[in-house]
């Protein structure tokens, strides 16, 4: 067979759907794009929509929240450390800063247009005073101005701050950063003068939530240190990102300015790491919705897409977030095992390969480019001379044990690692009894302190919960009989945060990813088996016989790729 290029084959129905979002200036809700891990969502937007999305009056901003966090498309952002909240909002914020100033360089976003806005949803009064007091203490008259009790309207203390803030800057600068001194460019002095005010109250903007961001400082850390709850607080964290929303979405204009934001891994936003500068992440995540949600259906926004593989946005979020219709949600499982077929086999495998293929690891994308990129290596050849000549199997069980060493195995132990902090919060009181009633197999976790006895509790629950998944043929309709209880068991939101599980819509089950990664978890669970002691045997008999999960009466067909 002769080697071919690996190729993004097109979905039409999929790419009609995304384009015709994107197409419109302005959209009244955001669109989640979400499905299993490796079936392609990111790979069909970066690689075949992406690039018509940034031409002619068009213009998208990217931001990929995982990219710098998982060093490979596997491994789930918790197999390791979880990125910091600041490093997350700094991304977003970069990129929707570059947005508006693509705007202000054509004019679509003026000086007034951001003191509007900004106006609407804010009380800037005493921040402008604040600013100006700051950046002009050489100036007496226009100190007094700013310290004096006098009612002045805040549109003349808007254009004394700008002018304060420009005094302090140099005109080079503002242009470089907006380019109009670019080759080729015929930019008038008035119209340099109108970029320059708008990019300047762009920067005043930013100023005054900053200071209304340090006023609320110490509420904040009062918040995080009594681990309260304030919808007030959660959404000033967010009013720079969503201002600037605001902002480009009132600008956006057909055929001449149409921006729209992509953002890929929002999961990752609800479990970041925080401090005592912002709310926490799941506090963020929400208000970051709910006003995403309120722009649309109040004023309209520019188009958004949310991909993620989390099964979160499939099922719950609408639920959170009070109705169905707030979120345009698509859902993709990639190919099916005979669209897979037509366009693997003759150009990449055989029949007979594809056979294997399809039994062993069913018809997930990443699966296919990587065991093909393998199969074009020279590791190819030196699996077949070690293995006494053999055939395709061999390659096909090398690239499991690749995925059960660096994807499977980190992530069961991650999943370890969450049902511990479990046990921990059980002692201290933070889990609901509800989640504790009986009947429940988790309801005993160890209460003490003793990590190894932590440690030898999760392992048996894990590898009852996944003997559970074998005994149920790794299918479970949560919908079955209003079993929605399967949610409240901590091994399975574990495994569904790693990435091993996926909570699909429709048809609502509960699965692994891909049928690859369900031989890994049963290798998992058999290689623990037989690693266990006696005793250790004894104690995961008992918890089978006596108190075992059993998911059967939930089991269908599950029919993944």
């Known amino acids: 067979m002769v080697k071919k290029p690996w190729k993004i084959i097109p979905r039409p129905l999929l790419e009609t759907i995304l384009n015709n979002h994107v197409q419109r200036h302005r959209v009244p809700q955001p669109l989640i794009l979400h499905g299993p891990r490796g079936v392609g969502k990111t790979t069909l937007i970066l690689n075949r929509l992406l690039n018509d999305w940034n031409k002619g009056p068009h213009v998208t901003g990217y931001v990929d929240f995982g990219s710098e966090h998982s060093p490979s498309p596997w491994t789930s952002w918790s197999n390791s450390p979880p990125p910091t909240l600041s490093s997350l909002h700094s991304q977003l914020e970069t990129c929707l800063e570059e947005l508006v100033e693509k705007g202000i360089r054509l004019g679509s976003i003026s000086s007034q247009q951001v003191f509007s806005t900004l ?15 700051t950046h002009t203490i050489s100036s007496s008259t226009t100190t007094t101005i700013a310290s004096t009790k006098d009612k002045i309207s805040n549109s003349v203390l808007w254009s004394k701050a700008i002018f304060a803030i420009s005094s302090r800057m140099k005109t080079e600068e503002i242009d470089e950063i907006l380019k109009l001194n670019e080759k080729g460019k015929v930019v008038t002095l008035d119209e340099k003068s109108y970029f320059r ?8 903007a930013k100023e005054i939530i900053g200071v209304h961001q340090k006023w609320r400082a110490n509420a904040v850390a009062e918040l995080n240190r009594t ?8 959404h000033s964290c967010t009013d720079w ?15 001449y300015f149409q921006p729209k934001l992509v953002i890929n891994n929002i999961e990752i936003l609800r479990y970041a790491t925080t401090d005592d500068s912002s709310v926490s992440a799941s506090m963020y995540h929400d208000s970051f919705l709910w006003k995403l ?9 520019i188009p958004i897409i949310l991909v993620t593989s989390d099964g979160y946005y499939s099922y719950r979020v609408t ?23 037509m366009h693997m086999v003759s150009d990449y495998f055989s029949e007979s390969e594809w056979k294997v293929i399809a039994e062993v690891l069913g018809s997930n994308s990443r699966h296919l480019s990587e065991l093909y990129a393998l199969k074009q290596s020279g590791c190819h050849e030196q699996i077949i001379q070690d293995s006494s000549g053999s055939m395709f199997e061999d390659i096909v069980d090398a690239y499991l044990a690749h995925l059960q060493v660096t994807m499977v195995n980190p992530a069961m132990e991650s999943v370890l690692s969450h049902l511990q902090k479990f046990a921990i919060d059980v002692r201290n009181g933070k889990v609901s009894k509800d989640c504790l009633s009986f009947g429940a197999p988790w309801r005993n976790p160890p209460h003490n302190d003793n990590p190894t006895k932590r440690l030898e509790w999760a392992k048996i629950q894990l590898m009852d919960f996944v003997q559970s998944l074998v005994n149920a043929e790794f299918g479970l309709e949560y919908f079955s009989d209003y079993s929605l209880e399967i949610f409240e068991d901590p091994c399975a939101t574990a495994m569904t945060e790693v990435g091993l599980l996926y909570t699909q819509r429709d048809p609502p089950y509960i699965r692994p990813i891909s049928r690859g990664i369900q031989r890994c978890l049963v290798r998992w669970l058999v290689q623990e088996r037989m690693q266990m002691s006696f005793l250790q045997s004894f104690r995961y008999l008992w918890q089978r016989i006596i108190r075992g999960r059993s998911y059967r009466h939930l089991m269908r067909e599950a029919g993944y790729k």
């Not at 681990?227 to 959660?234: Q, V």
């Not at 949600?293 to 926004?301: C, D, M, P, Q, V």
Request: glycine share 8%.
């Open 319 to 341: 639920y959170d977030f009070g109705h169905p219709d707030l979120f345009i949600s698509r859902e993709t499982f990639g190919w099916t095992p005979q669209e897979a077929k």
């Open 293 to 301: 949600t309120a722009l649309g259906i109040n004023e309209r926004s």
């Open 241 to 255: 990102p969503c201002l600037l929303l605001d902002l480009l979405s009132s600008s956006a204009e057909l055929d």
């Open 227 to 234: 681990g309260g709850y304030s919808r007030s607080l959660a």
């Open 119 to 133: 106006n609407k949803w804010h009380g800037i009064n005493t921040a402008l005073r604040r600013i100006i007091q």
């Open 197 to 204: 005010e708008a990019w300047l109250s762009l920067k005043l």
